[in-house]
Nanobody, 127 residues
Framework: QAQIVESGGGLVQSGGSLRLSCTAS????????IGWFRQAPGKEREAVAS??????????ADSVKGRFTISRDNAKNKNEVFLDMSDLRPSDTGTYYC??????????????????WGQGTQITVSP
């Protein structure tokens, strides 16, 4: 069964850093565009960042530019995507989801373009 798994969430103080990881079981993330999305309680899901299959193209939401970095390790048998977050703010609190789409056609920040979704990992940033 194809699954996406996020890890690395937790509780951090304002100004702190975290690294999220996205991996897959049942299939490989190779050649997939990957997007990170988040949803805060009572709010709609919003895009955070995305990276294309080769790793050479990235997109960021304005709210995280300069603070978050998306990257991927496409080495054989790895195919892991990371979201490095720094200068975290209470407004970054939420459940973070990793999503995958085959190829680069849907590369970008539109959630509707992604077919596979993880269960999410919680990030809480305290003031």
């Amino acid at each position: 069964q194809a699954q996406i798994v996020e890890s690395g969430g937790g509780l951090v103080q304002s100004g702190g850093s975290l690294r999220l990881s996205c991996t897959a079981s049942g299939f490989s993330l190779a050649f997939h565009s990957i997007g990170w999305f988040r949803q805060a309680p009572g709010k709609e899901r919003e895009a955070v960042a995305s990276i294309n299959g080769g790793g050479g193209g990235t997109r960021y939401a304005d709210s995280v530019k300069g603070r978050f970095t998306i990257s991927r390790d496409n080495a054989k048998n790895k195919n892991e995507v990371f979201l490095d977050m720094s200068d975290l703010r209470p407004s970054d609190t939420g459940t973070y989801y990793c999503a995958a789409s085959w190829g680069d056609l849907n590369f970008g920040l539109r959630a509707s373009g992604y077919e596979y979704w993880g269960q999410g990992t919680q990030i809480t940033v305290s003031p």
